[in-house]
């Protein structure tokens, strides 16, 4: 294999909502995606006292595309107007498809609000393509026991395989698109190669620790872009590392994005606008409770 080399380094921005602590290395300065990759906000790590109010994301709409949360640390209930509803505790996944509309929350269940403790989350929103955006929504919980765990070469690590393939084990999401993720945890000091297969976008980001690539240091809360000039990537952790690492097909096509919507034309938007008005993301009612 050919290792790709390094295209640049993003700092993650610290973007605080209200007391969660929250850094987003995508879209910021000089990257507006990594194609089809589209947003990750990094929520934590911290922890929450007892009687807290927990998370804020109550219920809002989405369009367009889908929503991939990795609960790091702690605990995250979700409910939605399809019916869905589940709460997934630390390493778990859940993985939604927004597709042609949806209305969700992501909330701290009663047990963490009362009890309090660490809470590190992120999320990532991967785009559809124009075909796929009025797709029908769909999603998928995954507690941790329901992820497989690849272990790396010579004790280096090992992958959490959320979907795609890596080696002879097949992710248990079936994406849409063909996506790729996983997160990835380096032992200290250990030379890994992950594959990278040739024309697609990687996303790499470095939520703990420190690696490097082609001898440059990519330490925590920074998102590494790399050159498609080969079919692998190999890191270095210089110390005990975190990675959320996957990989794509671009998509190629136009972005437009409006706050929860991200369609291909401004129409489009304005067509979601007016849909979420009408009640048309209520799919089969009302959220249901977790």
């Not at 969700?104 to 992120?122: N, Q, T, V, W, Y």
């Not at 690590?157 to 079936?174: C, Q, T």
């Not at 996983?182 to 190669?193: I, P, Y």
């Amino acid at each position: 294999m050919t290792a790709r080399t390094l295209a640049a380094i993003h700092p993650a921005h610290r973007d605080d909502i209200g007391d969660l602590v929250t850094r987003r290395p995508v879209p910021g300065p000089g990257l507006e995606q990594v194609d089809p990759f589209l947003f990750l906000n990094h929520h934590g790590p911290q922890t929450y006292a007892p009687g807290n109010k927990g998370l804020p994301f109550g219920p809002h709409p989405h369009r367009g595309f889908e929503t991939v949360t990795f609960i790091l640390d702690g605990s995250l209930a979700h409910h939605d107007t399809g019916g869905h509803a589940s709460i997934i505790e630390t390493g778990g996944v859940q993985w939604m498809t927004a597709g042609a509309g949806l209305i969700h929350a992501e909330i701290s269940p009663p047990a963490f609000k009362r009890d309090g403790g660490p809470m590190e989350i992120l999320q990532l929103w991967v785009n559809l393509p124009g075909r796929l955006k009025m797709t029908a929504p769909a999603y998928t919980g995954l507690q941790a026991d329901a992820i497989p765990v690849v272990p790396l070469p010579d004790d280096a690590g090992s992958v959490a395989l959320v979907s795609g393939r890596f080696g002879d084990v097949e992710g248990p999401i079936r994406s849409l698109t063909g996506v790729m993720l996983s997160t990835v945890r380096l032992h200290s000091g250990a030379v890994v190669t992950l594959p990278a297969p040739k024309g697609r976008s990687v996303f790499l980001y470095v939520v703990a620790g420190t690696v490097a690539i082609g001898g440059r240091s990519v330490p925590h809360w920074h998102l590494a872009t790399l050159r498609d000039d080969g079919d692998s990537v190999e890191l270095t952790a210089s110390d005990d590392a975190v990675l959320l690492y996957g990989h794509a097909d671009p998509i190629g096509e136009p972005v437009v994005a409006h706050g929860p919507f991200v369609m291909n034309t401004r129409d489009e938007i304005g067509q979601a606008i007016r849909d979420y008005q009408a009640g048309l993301f209520n799919g089969t009612g009302p959220l249901p409770a977790v």
